[in-house]
């Protein structure tokens, strides 16, 4: 069955860097790409970016673009995200998503990962 | 920042029915982009519940259905279930913010 696996969770300082992984399985990765969704505790789900698999085309969001950086690696099946110069509000849980294309549905979704942001 | 405005909370007694609304402009469901809901149950990763507006994945109970008109999409839930207790989001394209996906801002349902 189709499945995301995300990386285990993340306790950084402020200004600090993380690096988020998403392996795929059950289908051909390069056949579609992958969004990256974040939820801060208690609040709602805010869209990232997606990446093509296909061809490492992405399509950041505005409020992101210059800290994030997301990348795949097809040998492996797995999509990375980065997000540099952590602030405490990117306090949250980082979810992966296949998506065949930026504007498309996410189906399915990975377990999350926590990302921990405090002095 | 959530462009789509859903309500904060509704609720319903088991069998009946309830709806949630999700609204927005004319850059992202009135541009004729397709909206996707997903239902969040407590601790878990969302999980897609309608697709293209009313489309219902297989696996998902057809007491689940969406509908959209105009600006508005809307997720229709009838004969409430105690399981039904989650968030919903509804989820769209908008082309003004120079290509983004946006969600809604989320809507509890609590079965009394």
């Known amino acids: 069955q189709v499945q995301l696996v995300q990386s285990g969770a993340e306790v950084k300082k402020p200004g600090a860097s993380v690096k988020v992984s998403c392996k795929a399985s059950?289908?051909?990765?390069?056949?579609?790409?992958i969004s990256w969704v974040r939820q801060a505790p208690g609040q709602g789900l805010e869209w990232m970016g997606w990446i093509s698999a296909y061809n490492g085309n992405t399509n950041y969001a505005q409020k992101l673009q210059g800290r994030v950086t997301m990348t795949t690696d097809t040998s492996t099946s797995t999509a990375y995200m980065e997000l540099r110069s952590l602030r405490s509000d990117d306090t949250a849980v980082y979810y992966c998503a296949r998506a065949r294309a930026a504007a498309e549905v996410f189906d399915p979704w990975g377990q999350g990962t926590l990302v921990t942001v405090s002095s | 920042q959530s462009v789509l405005t859903q309500p904060p909370s509704v609720s319903g007694a088991p069998g009946q029915r309830v709806t949630i609304s999700c609204t927005g402009s004319s850059s992202n469901i009135g541009a004729g982009y397709d909206v996707h809901w997903y239902q969040q149950l407590p601790g878990t990763a969302p999980k897609l519940l309608i697709y293209g507006n009313s489309n219902r994945p297989s696996g998902v109970p057809d007491r689940f259905s969406g509908s959209k008109s105009g600006t508005s999409a809307s997720l229709a839930i009838t004969g409430l279930q105690a399981e039904d207790e989650a968030d919903y989001y509804c989820?769209?394209?908008?082309?003004?913010?120079?290509?983004?996906?946006?969600f809604g801002t989320g809507t509890k349902v609590t079965v009394l």
């Open positions: 989820q769209s394209y908008d082309s003004s913010l120079s290509g983004s996906n946006v």
């Open positions: 059950g289908y051909t990765f390069t056949s579609y790409g």
